[in-house]
């Protein structure tokens, strides 16, 4: 009887370690915090008063979005300073909700 039940508590915390062995490998890959992608594109407009940009971006393989344009949120409106529309950019996102990204890092392709 003893053997039976050590043999089902083994089997459950293996099964629990393979379930958290992907849990914790894709925390390694983006460094244990908050997902980040990078991109490039064009700025099309910049609203500082909202924090915002629109951006007409190449695809961003890491998030699986195809080439489009669209408003994005800035950490900071100081991020745009100096930047006009027609500029081409490199960006770095942050997700910040479960669909939401805010880009945290903006520099000039120029």
Same mark, same amino acid.
């Given at each position: 009887?003893?053997?039976?039940?050590?043999?089902?508590?083994?089997? %459950?915390?293996?099964?629990? @370690?393979?379930?958290?062995?992907?849990?914790?490998?894709? *925390?390694?890959?983006? !460094?244990?915090? &908050?997902?980040?992608?990078?991109?490039?594109?064009?700025?099309?407009?910049?609203?500082?008063?909202?924090?915002?940009?629109?951006?007409?971006?190449?695809?961003?393989?890491? %998030?699986?979005?195809?080439? @489009?344009?669209?408003?994005?949120?800035?950490?900071?409106? *100081?991020?745009?300073? !100096?930047?006009? &529309?027609?500029?081409?950019?490199?960006?770095?996102?942050?997700?910040?909700?479960?669909?939401?990204?805010?880009?945290?890092?903006?520099?000039?392709?120029?």
């Amino acid at each position: 009887m003893k053997f039976r039940i050590y043999t089902y508590v083994l089997f %459950l915390m293996l099964a629990l @370690m393979f379930a958290v062995m992907p849990v914790m490998a894709h *925390e390694a890959h983006h !460094g244990g915090g &908050a997902m980040t992608a990078k991109g490039q594109g064009i700025l099309k407009g910049i609203d500082t008063e909202a924090s915002t940009v629109t951006l007409s971006h190449e695809p961003i393989p890491e %998030l699986r979005w195809p080439a @489009m344009e669209m408003d994005l949120s800035l950490r900071d409106a *100081e991020l745009a300073s !100096g930047f006009e &529309a027609g500029d081409a950019v490199r960006f770095t996102l942050e997700q910040v909700g479960e669909t939401d990204y805010e880009i945290i890092e903006l520099q000039s392709l120029d």
